[in-house]
């Protein structure tokens, strides 16, 4: 049996065009060196939302002090934000931090500074 040219040629053409759309996916490229000398940094924390009020506790198990602070989003648009200062959470230190709206909570969200 004899291939003509016609269908050859676009057999020729989808290969080639596939081949070049895979090598167009990107891909992620995180050397492993950079992943694993990271110093481990963070609190883990847990949020707990109550009605209108916000709790929050953040354990730090990493030896370099964690700068943690609350923010809260109320739902409503006339409720006002709030975001606490900073509050440092030491090496194997739990740390509690409350905030709240006058009415429901919209969003909460910790973050987290090194200490300068």
């Known amino acids: ?6 269908t050859a040629s676009v057999s020729l053409a989808v290969a080639l065009v ?11 490229r995180v ?6 000398s990271a110093d481990p940094f963070g609190a883990a ?13 953040c354990h730090n198990p990493y030896p370099e002090t ?3 602070s609350l923010h809260v989003e ?8 709030t975001d606490s200062s900073p509050v440092e959470a030491g ?9 709240r709206c006058w009415k429901e909570v919209g969003h ?3 973050s987290h500074r090194r200490e300068s």
């Not at 924390?45 to 506790?57: L, M």
């Not at 109320?74 to 006002?80: K, N, V, Y």
């Open 45 to 57: 924390c847990r949020i707990s939302v109550t009605g209108s009020k916000v709790t929050v506790y």
């Open 18 to 28: 596939l081949t070049v759309a895979y090598e167009a996916v990107p891909r992620a």
């Open 31 to 36: 050397p492993a060196d950079d992943h694993e």
């Open 74 to 81: 109320c739902a409503r648009w006339w409720d006002i934000d």
């Open 91 to 99: 090496p194997a230190q739990t740390v509690r931090l409350t905030g």
């Open 1 to 6: 049996m004899r291939l003509s040219r016609r």
């Open 66 to 68: 964690d700068r943690v």
């Open 108 to 110: 909460v969200w910790i």
